[in-house]
Nanobody, 124 residues
Framework: QVQLVESGGGLVQAGASLRLSCVAS????????VGWFCQAPGKEREFVAA????????HYADSVKGRFTISRDNAKNTVYLQMNSLKPEDTAVYYC?????????????????WGQGTQVTVSS
């Protein structure tokens, strides 16, 4: 089992930045691909970004390319999502998820372990 805890969300104005963190505990985390997903009220959970276990590969949703950066520090069991130039449409609960089995994936159903989420609210 892997336990994931997100932090770093908050209320910011459009154009501001936030850095989300996802800290893992439990089984060895370093061999897990990790993804960030978001879910706005009334909408389905959406893929945001993902990083392979050794950080050699990353994927981003088109809507965040050039604004968000995913990274990881395996020594700290932590994955980060740097969010720059935030827009009101980025408002959502952001979840991190870990996947021990699949090639780097954009699909929520490939991720076995999930955190509880952190709220990001961007005002216009």
């Amino acid at each position: 089992q892997v336990q994931l805890v997100e932090s770093g969300g908050g209320l910011v104005q459009a154009g501001a930045s936030l850095r989300l963190s996802c800290v893992a505990s439990g089984r060895t985390y370093t061999r897990y691909n990790v993804g960030w997903f978001c879910q706005a009220p009334g909408k389905e959970r959406e893929f945001v970004a993902a990083i392979s276990w050794n950080a050699t590969s990353t994927h981003y949703a088109d809507s965040v390319k050039g604004r968000f950066t995913i990274s990881r520090d395996n020594a700290k069991n932590t994955v980060y999502l740097q969010m720059n130039s935030l827009k009101p449409e980025d408002t959502a609960v952001y979840y991190c998820a870990a996947d021990p089995l699949h090639p780097l994936s954009r699909f929520a159903h490939d991720y076995a372990y999930w955190g509880q989420g952190t709220q990001v609210t961007v005002s216009s």
